[in-house]
Structure formats: structure tokens, C-alpha cells
């Protein structure tokens, strides 16, 4: 195996970047969903008994999310090692990592899941249910700045050559390619 790009984002964009890029597209996303949604419910108004189920849903979005990229591996009968470490915040944060080599496909999934699985749905509930479309909303807005890094993650393996294999890192993910013979 060769490697064909080694990409670590910490070093790439740097963490401050990356996490206020992912604010701003949080921010962006719940003013650009909620007022067409505000406009299509006709209220302004909130109801007030969601914000507890709200406050544990957000406090546990970090692992939730990390699942989601977990349950394709799960599917796909591939094992991963996982780790729950809590670094400086008491929230959760569930890491995971592949025992063995990705397909590029397989790579592409986990990436996505989790927008197929939370973001998708959120803003579908968010429409459905009027009296929560809210906090609803918020919830999917920050689940979308959360998913920024998965895009960027998205961006280079689509870039990769078809047959390529996808190895995690702590850090990052390196792109490895069959060395031709």
C-alpha cells in the first residue's frame, strides 16, 4: 500500500478555525431555516415545556453524532475500537476507530450517517411539529455546524481514486492506494 494523501485538519485549518467555522454555519443555518419555517407555522411563539428534552438532546448530540458514524461500521459487520474520553468538558465524546481498512464507498457512508440520520429528520420535524419546531431547529443547527468537519472529510475522499482504502488516524485519515507491481 501506498499512501496517496495524509490529511489531519488540526494542522490543515488549525481547531480555532474549525470550530468557528462550524458557530458560523450553525448560526447561518438556524436564521436560514427559521424564518421560512416561522413563516409556514404562522407563530412566533414557543412552547416552553421542550426545553429539557432539548437540554439533554444538545448535551448528548457530540456522542449521538459519533454513533451515527459507528452504526454503518456496525451494518457492514466492520469492527471498530471506541473510546469514551471526556477531555476538558463533562460532555461526552465518543471516538471511534476502524480495526481494519475503509473502502472509499464504505468511507463515504460513515461520513454522511450521521447527516442522513440526525439532519435529514430534524428538519423534517421540525416542520411536522409546530409547538417544538424550535428547539427542533436548533438542535439540527448545531448538528449541522457539528457535521462541518464530516464535509470536509467528504470533500477529500471524493477526491480519492476509486479503488482507494481509507485508514483513521487519531489526528486525521490517510488515503492509502495499491502499489502497482
Known amino acids: 500500500m501506498n499512501c496517496w494523501k495524509s490529511i489531519n485538519f488540526k494542522k490543515e485549518f488549525g481547531l480555532t478555525r474549525i470550530y468557528t ?20 407555522h404562522g407563530t412566533t411563539s414557543v412552547n ?4 429539557i428534552p432539548f437540554g439533554i438532546a ?8 459519533s454513533f ?37 464507498q464504505l468511507s463515504l457512508m460513515v461520513a454522511l450517517a450521521p447527516t442522513l440520520f440526525i439532519t435529514i429528520p430534524g428538519i423534517v420535524a421540525s416542520y411536522l411539529f409546530v409547538d417544538y419546531y424550535v428547539y427542533i431547529l436548533l438542535f439540527t443547527a448545531f448538528h449541522i455546524g457539528i457535521s462541518f468537519s464530516d464535509f470536509l472529510y467528504v470533500i477529500h475522499i471524493t477526491k ?3 479503488k482507494a482504502l481509507i485508514e483513521n488516524e487519531n489526528d486525521g485519515f490517510t488515503i492509502l492506494v495499491k502499489a502497482q507491481e
Open 58 to 65: 444538545f448535551i448528548l448530540l457530540p456522542a449521538i453524532h
Open 68 to 104: 451515527m458514524h459507528i452504526l454503518p461500521l456496525i451494518m457492514t459487520n466492520k469492527r471498530a475500537k471506541t473510546s469514551d474520553k471526556a477531555k476538558k468538558v463533562m460532555l461526552p465524546n465518543l471516538t471511534y476507530y476502524p480495526k481494519s481498512y475503509l473502502s472509499k
Open 160 to 162: 480519492a481514486p476509486k
Open 21 to 40: 467555522i462550524s458557530f458560523l454555519i450553525s448560526l447561518l443555518t438556524f436564521i436560514f431555516l427559521y424564518v421560512p419555517l416561522s413563516i409556514i
Open 48 to 51: 416552553e415545556s421542550g426545553i
